[in-house]
Structure formats: C-alpha cells, structure tokens
C-alpha cells in the first residue's frame, strides 16, 4: 500500500505543492477584501488550494503517463517511468477519470457556494488545456509556439485567476499587469527545465520553443524574459501597495527580489557554457 501511495505521489509530481501555495497566495493577496469574515475566508482558502492542487495532480499525471518512454530514457527522469509502470497505467487512467469526476464535483460545489459561475468556467478551461498539452492526438508540447503559451495559461494564468475569483468578482488593472509579469516569469523559469530535456526532447521530436531555437538563445530569452516579468510585476505590487495600501502585498515585494537573483544566477552559469 506504502509502495502504490508513494509511486502515486511521484507520479503527481508532489513537488509542484509549492508553486500551487504560490499561485493561492497571489490570488489571496490581491483578491481578498477587509470586510470578509476569518471563518469564511479560511474555507476558501482550503477549498480553492485543494482545488488547484488536485487540478495539478491531474495535469501532472497525464503528463507522466504519457511521457513515460521517454522519461525511461532519461537517467534524471527515470523514476517517473518507473513509478507509473509500478503504479499500472490502467490503474493511473482509472485514477485519473475519478480525480477528474471528484474535482468536478468540488468545484460546482465551490461554485454554488461563492455564487461565481467564472470559476468552473476557468476550470474547464485550464484542465482541458492541461491535458491537451500533454496527451494525444492534440499534445500541445510538440506543437512548436503552442506549447509555451499553453504551458504559461496552465501553470500560471488559470490557477491565479481561479484563486483571485475566489475572493473577489472585480478586475484590478494593477493585477493584470502583474499576471502578465508572472506568465513571462513563469516560463523564464521553465526555460532551464526545457535546456535540460533538450537533447531527449529533440530526439524524439518534441519541438519546444529551446529546440527550435538552440541552447544559446533560448537561455538568454529566458533570461530577458524574467527580467521583464519581474520588472512588471515588481512594478504593479509597489504601484497597488502605494496607492491602495495593500499590505498583503508587501510580502511579494520581498520576496520578487530575492527568487529572481537565484535564477538569474543560475541562468548566468548556464549562458556561459
């Protein structure tokens, strides 16, 4: 039982539970208002955070079991081959038709209780997008432009805008400007991860936006991409938190400075091989 829970749990990439805080976490602080009472605003943390995650969960799964030859190849990626073939792909797909039946369940629930039909809106939307990414016959990760926009509406667009909705039914203009900063962030991020699977994903004939523009170049737009990201979205924070003393944000502000020197400094050893 030990074995299967754990071959699950790699097989979900139990890593990217971070990232999903980090997109509730935006979508909290930009999207909470004063007058919401404590007990409500923790049920919808929990709700929309289990959510996101059960959300990722599925993407990531079908993102395994697809990729599964090819992670078999790879030594940095072995064990996720592995765990699905421990795991059994049947069984995964079985899974992954009652996680996606629950999370429907969850999220019009969610959507009845908050009276906000946009939510299941961008649930759909996201989820289906994230398994056209990776499954066939559409896997939007071989299809050249196609995936890194996918990738960035997956990993970074529809997972804040469902926590911000989850808070509050008005657009901020400010929040925009930081949404677009976070997807060129996003996926500056990425770059290194896609410079890695470079030679797997080329020789199996996945074009990503690194294949189809070689090491050098790819490393340095990643590099032009974070930059222009963080001044964006730097920006929108210090601009909501000066004129609308928004003090959750605050904790971006510092928190921006300190993740974009790591990964710049990591981009800077990969630039100069």
């Known amino acids: 039982?030990?074995?299967?829970?754990?071959?699950?749990?790699?097989?979900?990439?139990?890593?990217?539970?971070?990232?999903?805080?980090?997109?509730?976490?935006?979508?909290?602080?930009?999207?909470?208002?004063p007058s919401t009472s404590i007990g409500e605003l923790v049920v919808m943390i929990i709700l929309s955070f289990a959510i996101i995650n059960l959300s990722s969960a599925i993407g990531a799964q079908a993102n395994t079991l697809s990729d599964r030859e090819l992670d078999s190849k790879d030594e940095r990626k072995k064990q996720l081959g592995e765990a699905v073939n421990s795991f059994g792909p049947r069984r995964l797909k079985k899974v992954l038709i009652v996680e996606f039946a629950l999370t429907l369940i969850l999220v019009s629930i969610f959507m009845l209780i908050q009276q906000k039909p946009i939510l299941i809106i961008l649930w759909m939307v996201g989820i289906c997008l994230g398994c056209a990414y990776s499954l066939p016959p559409i896997r939007l990760k071989s299809r050249n432009w196609l995936a890194p926009i996918s990738l960035i509406l997956v990993l970074a667009v529809f997972p804040v805008?469902?926590?911000?909705?989850?808070?509050?039914?008005?657009?901020?203009?400010?929040?925009?400007?930081?949404?677009?900063?976070l997807a060129l962030i996003v996926y500056g991020v990425i770059v290194p991860t896609e410079i890695r699977d470079y030679f797997g994903d080329k020789a199996m004939g996945i074009e990503t936006m690194t294949v189809r523009l070689g090491l050098p170049k790819a490393s340095f737009l990643g590099i032009v991409l974070l930059t222009a990201g963080t001044i964006l979205t730097?920006?929108?924070?210090?601009?909501?938190?000066?004129?609308?003393?928004?003090?959750?944000?605050?904790?971006?502000?510092?928190?921006?400075?300190?993740?974009?020197?790591?990964?710049?400094?990591?981009?800077?050893?990969?630039y100069s091989l």
């Open 1 to 33: 039982m030990f074995e299967t829970m754990k071959s699950l749990g790699t097989i979900s990439r139990a890593e990217f539970l971070l990232p999903n805080l980090g997109s509730l976490i935006m979508g909290l602080a930009w999207g909470a208002i």
């Open 161 to 181: 805008l469902f926590a911000y909705y989850t808070f509050t039914t008005e657009m901020n203009s400010f929040f925009l400007v930081s949404l677009i900063g």
């Open 234 to 270: 730097a920006t929108a924070f210090f601009l909501e938190w000066a004129y609308e003393q928004h003090s959750l944000l605050s904790v971006f502000l510092l928190a921006i400075p300190v993740a974009v020197i790591f990964v710049l400094r990591k981009f800077k050893k990969l």
